[in-house]
């Protein structure tokens, strides 16, 4: 039996095609957000964990630039980048403000990474480098993913995640 073929409760007609478009364009019915943006960051990531075995992903690395959750999805070739925009818009205004927290903690992050790094920087101390800014990344990422796909129930907030992470460091 396909999922499609069990009988569910019944909704509106306008709330349950809205859902339907939502999912079929891989953004979050419950949440109006789309993972997709997090592309934007984890790019930067596997850039910055292929620099230790290829140096000369620098470049790319130096070129990465900050982008918006709208700005994401106007540049890209998402398949629903129109209504991604337009169900951010009408997202819950605390969820958008968490997730615009982080991507600003993850631009950051990203900046400062950059503004250490310089394309004749010796491979070692570039590595160095991308591997803190991994290392502060990943969880934060995580976070987001979170935020958008509905699962912050008890979750830290952005600031909370970022306190963590710099306690961790200071150990």
Same mark, same amino acid.
């Given at each position: 039996m396909r999922y499609q073929d069990c009988a569910e409760p019944a909704q509106a007609p306008d709330e349950t095609d809205g859902e339907a478009r939502l999912a079929d364009a891989n953004i979050n019915p419950r949440t109006g957000l789309a993972t997709d943006y @997090?592309?934007?960051f984890n790019e930067a990531v596997m850039l910055l964990e292929m620099l230790g075995d290829c140096p000369d992903c620098i470049g790319d690395f130096l070129a990465?630039?900050?982008?918006?959750?709208?700005?994401h999805f106007a540049a890209s070739r998402f398949k629903g980048r129109d209504l991604a925009i337009a169900a951010y818009e009408t997202s819950d205004p605390a969820l958008r403000q968490s997730?615009?927290?982080l991507a600003?903690?993850?631009t950051?992050? @990203?900046l400062a990474a950059r503004g250490a790094m310089r394309a004749e920087m010796p491979p070692q101390g570039a590595a160095g480098v991308a591997s803190r800014a991994v290392a502060c990344l990943k969880p934060l990422i995580a976070q987001a993913g979170a935020i958008i796909n509905g699962e912050t129930e008890g979750a830290a907030s952005p600031q909370a995640a970022v306190d963590g992470l710099m306690r961790k460091r200071g150990s």
């Open positions: @997090l592309n934007h990465w630039q900050p982008l918006s959750y709208r700005e997730l615009d927290a600003g903690t993850m950051a992050v @990203l």
